[in-house]
């Protein structure tokens, strides 16, 4: 991502007030293969000691987009805004079913980055949504070079749930900013 790409969602994140506790919590949403990942990668490490959580490890397997939007909220933002423990059951791919538990600290920023992280649901616990854009053969590369043959069989069953979601949700036209990632 580019250096003023990244310094601009940074400002106006720190900018915007906390919404999850003390917590500012950014929502980089957006369909599979947009580069959720490397962005939300790159602004944790950016901003320092952000947290960050990734819908990837959230999702209950291949059905499961809708399914993980209640799961981040009670299990990660409401109590985050609580001041209670934050966290969630990692899902294990291979064996298809929820895994151990996984700790996701108080900190002074959240990062989250997945489709579905930002559903209405989730809106109240946001300080920026991020939606990130890119046409579907552009996507469809990425996601295939990136997960190869473990996400072939799946990608239209992901996209239809992406469809439905997103339309139910509006979350682009809700997004603070879109980014135009291919």
């Known amino acids: 991502m580019r250096e003023e790409t990244l310094a601009r969602i940074e400002s106006r994140l720190l900018a915007a007030p906390a919404r999850a506790g003390g917590t500012r919590v950014l929502a980089i949403d957006g369909r599979s293969g947009s580069g959720k990942t490397r962005l939300g990668t790159e602004l944790a490490a950016r901003l320092e000691g952000a ?3 990734q819908l990837d490890q ?3 397997g291949w059905d499961g987009l809708a399914a993980s939007v209640p799961l981040l909220v009670g299990g990660v933002l409401a109590p985050l ?3 209670l423990p934050a966290g969630f059951e990692r899902w294990d791919w291979q064996a298809g079913r929820p895994g151990p538990w ?3 600290p108080a900190a002074a920023v ?4 997945g489709a579905g992280s930002g559903s209405r649901a989730c809106t109240r616990y946001l300080s920026m949504l991020v939606w ?3 046409p579907a053969p552009f996507r469809h590369r990425r996601a295939m070079s990136r997960d190869g043959d473990s996400y072939a069989p799946h990608w239209r069953r992901w996209a239809d749930q992406e469809d439905r979601l997103f339309a139910a949700e509006g979350t682009r036209a809700r997004a603070d900013l879109v980014i135009d990632t291919g």
Not at 110 to 113: I, K, S
């Open 51 to 53: 947290a960050l959580v």
């Open 58 to 60: 959230l999702y209950p």
């Open 81 to 83: 805004s609580e001041g």
């Open 102 to 104: 996984q700790p996701v």
């Open 110 to 113: 959240l990062v989250v980055e």
């Open 132 to 134: 990130l854009r890119a």
